[in-house]
Every structure is written in C-alpha cells, then in structure tokens.
C-alpha cells in the first residue's frame, strides 16, 4: 500500500486505539510538562503559535499546524523544507535564534502559543509571566524527539498526526536494527560540526546516536557532551576514521576535506570514503520528524549491500508524501 495512501487509515486506528488524552482547554484548561520539566498551562487549541526553533517549526508543518504558525525562527529562506512543503512560513515573522530571540517581536505577534528551545528559559518565563505559555522543547536523543513530538501534538490539539510520525519514528528504528544487528564490521565514523570538520559530535550528541544506529562506531565516541566540539588535526590523525561525514547544513565541501594536506594520511580521505549528507530537504543529521531518513541514508553509505541507496530513495519520497504533501526529487539523494 502506499505510504500516501496509509496515513489516513494509521490516523483513523489511532482513533480507535489511542488511550485518552486530558480534555483540550476548550472544556478546561490543559496541563503539560514541557521538556525543562516545567509546568505549562494551554488554553483551548491555539490558532496564533511562535515557534523560534527550526526543530519544532519542522515538527509542527509535519502535524499539520502549518497554516497556524504565525512567526519562526530566523533564516526561514535557508530552510528546503519550507520551500517544498510550507512556502508560507517563508513571508512570516521572524523571532530571531537561540542566540538572539527577538522577545519584543514574538510579543507582538500575540501568541497563543509558543515553542522554544530548552536553552532559552529565561525568555520563556518572561513569556508566562506576561500570559503567554511557552513549551520548552530538547530533542537530544531518540527517546526526546518522541516525546516532543507527542507533546506538541497534545498542546496543539494535533495528537493523532503526533501518533502516526512517533508510531513511523519508532518503527523506522526497529526496522533499521534490524538491518544492522547482523553486521560482522563496523566502521570509524567522524562526522564534522556545520561550521568546521575539526569539531565533531561526542558521545552524547544526537549525531552520535546516527552513527551508531547506522551501523558505525562514532570517532568522537570517548569525547564527553553533548554539542560540537573542537579537535586537533593530530586527535583526528590517530582516530584514523574509515568514514568522514559532512552534515547536510556544513559551510564547506567534500573538496575542501580531500585538499587539506594535514588530513592526507587519514583513512577516509586516502580511499576518498568523505560524503555529504545530502542537503536539498532537511538536516538529515537533526533530531527533526525526518531524522530516520539520515539512519537509512547513513546506512546506505556504510552497508549498501545491506540497504542500497535506492531503498533510502523510496523510503524518503514516501515520508514527504504521507507526512508534508511534498514531491521530492530522489535523485539528489545519494553519497
């Protein structure tokens, strides 16, 4: 069955399956936990939502809430996926990032609701002070992006579409250990940060957890953290990884790896074994609803026998089908 063609039945099973959920703020007002284990009180299904995170802005067009997001994040044009999908979002408001939110603009657009990222606390209890509720979201593992997922479906009133893309979520990471559980090899895998390839991801990154699901063994595995982290071209030497890649949003290229002299004795620029997640959709390398493309894709680059690239192809045109109304071109998707 196609997938297009599925999602209206997983929706309708999700009716009859899924246990109850607390009464929307229409009949009371609803009490969540946001991810910062704060409190936060929903009133009614908001129809005004600010989202200042490109994660949740990708989260909410996937549940549908696209036609209610009122101001996102900054740098909307740089994003494909509002292009394919949303092309709305791109004449929105923007809020500003994490590291400049605009708290005065967000105001004004008279919020209903609005989603930020864990790191920006302090915005969000100026935000609740004024009566605006603020849902803090931190997808840094498989298990976050679930839960997120299913509580900006609940805030939202969106639950069943959260419970179709957390159900699709899940089964795409069975699937995919399946796939690798027999693996008699496993390769060094260095991902490089989005700005420089001499940081990578440590151990506690989502990246890292891409790596490993894909079958690989993360370079930077021993480094402790969770975000990029800077190393020295003698660090990355004595990984001697097998694999190097370069994460879909990265400022500099495959070309640039392979003329760096300094990386010349380096296993994967040796074999030439440097690839480009591709870049043309999401950030495949991000804790964002398509993320389980990037474990297919990876996996297609570290074990093509076990999944062909061709397998990433379809299983990525039908997930922009089901979940974004969105055509893709799986041509661009390759090493």
């Given at each position: ?285 991000s804790p964002v609803p398509s993320c389980a493309l990037g474990f297919r894709w990876l996996l297609s680059v570290l074990h093509e026998d ?30």
């Amino acid at each position: 069955m196609k997938r297009n063609a599925l999602l209206p039945l997983v929706l309708a099973l999700a009716t009859v399956f899924m246990p109850a959920l607390p009464a929307l703020a229409s009949e009371a007002p609803l009490t969540l936990t946001d991810q910062a284990g704060r409190e936060v009180v929903v009133f009614g299904e908001p129809q005004r939502i600010v989202s200042g995170y490109y994660i949740s802005s990708s989260a909410c067009v996937a549940l549908g809430l696209g036609d209610r997001l009122v101001g996102i994040e900054a740098k909307a044009d740089s994003r494909p996926l509002y292009k394919l999908a949303a092309p709305r979002l791109l004449d929105l408001p923007n809020v500003g990032s994490a590291k400049e939110f605009d708290l005065e603009g967000c105001i004004a657009l008279e919020p209903d609701l609005v989603i930020l990222p864990k790191r920006l606390t302090a915005a969000a209890d100026t935000l609740t002070e004024i009566g605006i509720p603020v849902v803090l979201v931190s997808p840094e593992s498989h298990g976050e992006l679930v839960e997120m997922i299913a509580l900006l479906g609940a805030a939202t009133g969106a639950q069943r579409f959260a419970k179709a893309l957390t159900d699709y979520y899940i089964q795409e990471l069975a699937a995919i250990r399946g796939l690798t559980q027999g693996l008699e090899s496993r390769p060094v895998v260095y991902m490089g940060a989005n700005n420089s390839y001499l940081a990578t991801a440590p151990k506690d990154m989502y990246q890292a957890s891409l790596i490993e699901a894909a079958g690989g063994v993360n370079a930077g595995g021993e480094l402790d953290g969770d975000s990029w982290t800077e190393v020295s071209y003698e660090q990355l030497l004595a990984w001697n990884p097998e694999v190097l890649v370069i994460p879909a949003e990265a400022s500099y290229t495959k070309a640039d790896i392979l003329a760096d002299a300094q990386l010349a004795d380096v296993k994967a620029v040796e074999e030439k074994r440097v690839y480009q997640m591709p870049k043309d959709f999401e950030a495949w390398d991000s804790p964002v609803p398509s993320c389980a493309l990037g474990f297919r894709w990876l996996l297609s680059v570290l074990h093509e026998d076990v999944h062909p690239m061709e397998a990433t192809q379809v299983e990525a045109q039908a997930f922009y089908r089901t979940f974004y109304g969105a055509e893709i071109d799986t041509a661009l998707i390759g090493k």
